[in-house]
């Protein structure tokens, strides 16, 4: 096998959930451009659809579709499945990339992020779209691929799951202490959680031949206050935040042969904030 047929993933079905989101149409893209048909799911269809109109105008329409889906709904999750099988008749790649992602502010909000008065009605949303929808679809096209001859599940955690968040870069100034933002609670158990249920599926189906492996990116710049971005780029040793597009390489290395022996492991890719 050359090295680049390595990294080719022409006729395999990949599902993105979460497709519509940040990262999402770029891990969808990365597929999309090895050569897999690109399957974006999300709770709002409309928006996967745009997703996949944006994405077949650079890949070609039958290379990327679209199904709405909610991670948290066992019944959605199956209908997804049967759609795609009675389509392709198989899933090759199942990308678990849904969650909340709650934003810092510094509004009428800033007190329930903090720990002490955390809303239990957002830790218990945040923790099933992110964690109990990824066991979800695990169970529903995972389990597929275990019993017809393996795939791959990748996993999207974040650098917040090998250390706590740094609450100092959302500090705003001119407000008391029990009213500075922080970054929730849910974020680091969700993210640090998905890397638990990896390496527990790694080991779970390794003689199924599913390969499970989870992905932790850092921080991505979207046009964040130059305040904040200026702090957190004072923790990165690159010194500077991530594009939307440098993860695609290694979605492309740990959902193809390229990464063939390895699995359970969680890949690190935050500009090298997690070694200084």
Known sequence: MTYH???DLTGKVALVTGGAGLLGPEHAA???HAGAIAVVTDVNGAAAEDVAVRLGKEFGADRVVALPM????SGSIARTRESLLKRFGRVDILVNNAAIDPKVKADSLVETSRFEHF?????DFQIRVG???ALLCSQAFGGWMAANGGGVILNIASDLSVFAPDQRIYRKDGLPEDRQPVKPVTYSIIKTGLVGLTRYLATYWADKKVRVNALSPGGVYVNQPESF???LTNLIPLGRMARRDEY???VQFLCSEASSYMTGQNIVVDGGR???
Do not use: H, I, M, N
């Open 70 to 73: 909610d991670v948290t709904d």
């Open 274 to 276: 997690s070694v200084w």
């Open 229 to 231: 971005v200026q702090k």
């Open 248 to 250: 695609r390489g290694t």
């Open 30 to 32: 990365a597929l999309a």
């Open 131 to 133: 964690l109990t929808g």
């Open 5 to 7: 047929a390595q990294f």
């Open 119 to 123: 809303p239990l009605e957002q830790w």
